[in-house]
Nanobody, 128 residues
Framework: QVQLVESGGGLVQAGGSLRLSCAAS????????MGWFRQAPGKERRFVAY????????YYTESVKGRFTMTRDRAKNALYLEMNSLLPEDTAVYYC?????????????????????WGQGTQVTVSS
């Protein structure tokens, strides 16, 4: 019922920037939160950033604080992730996700199993 499509990934040198986009379509009116997760080769999918669709509050994982900025465009049902000062350890497939759950705790909004909808992912590769 909700479709998410990521774009904007690619190859970039360390210290460079990328801007990821997530376009949401379908029945999005009931969503409470949207976020980004990433998965490096051979590793588990990990939380990156979250935005509460009700009040606009954001939360970032410690490793990206001060470097990544998440924004939204409610009219376009779009979510963006500005990634600056990129590091090789940022290399991963990045996934846009959305949830109908309320972010009742940090654990809920940063845990993948609480998200109902997922995009197909976009590859980000940072060279040293």
């Amino acid at each position: 019922q909700v479709q998410l499509v990521e774009s904007g990934g690619g190859l970039v040198q360390a210290g460079g920037s990328l801007r990821l986009s997530c376009a949401a379509s379908g029945r999005t009116f009931g969503l409470n939160g949207m976020g980004w997760f990433r998965q490096a080769p051979g590793k588990e999918r990990r939380f990156v950033a979250y935005i509460n669709q009700r009040d606009g509050d954001t939360y970032y994982t410690e490793s990206v604080k001060g470097r990544f900025t998440m924004t939204r465009d409610r009219a376009k049902n779009a979510l963006y992730l500005e990634m600056n000062s990129l590091l090789p350890e940022d290399t991963a497939v990045y996934y846009c996700a959305a949830t109908s759950y309320s972010c009742s705790s940090v654990y809920v909004c940063t845990t993948s199993r609480y998200y109902d909808y997922w995009g197909q992912g976009t590859q980000v590769t940072v060279s040293s």
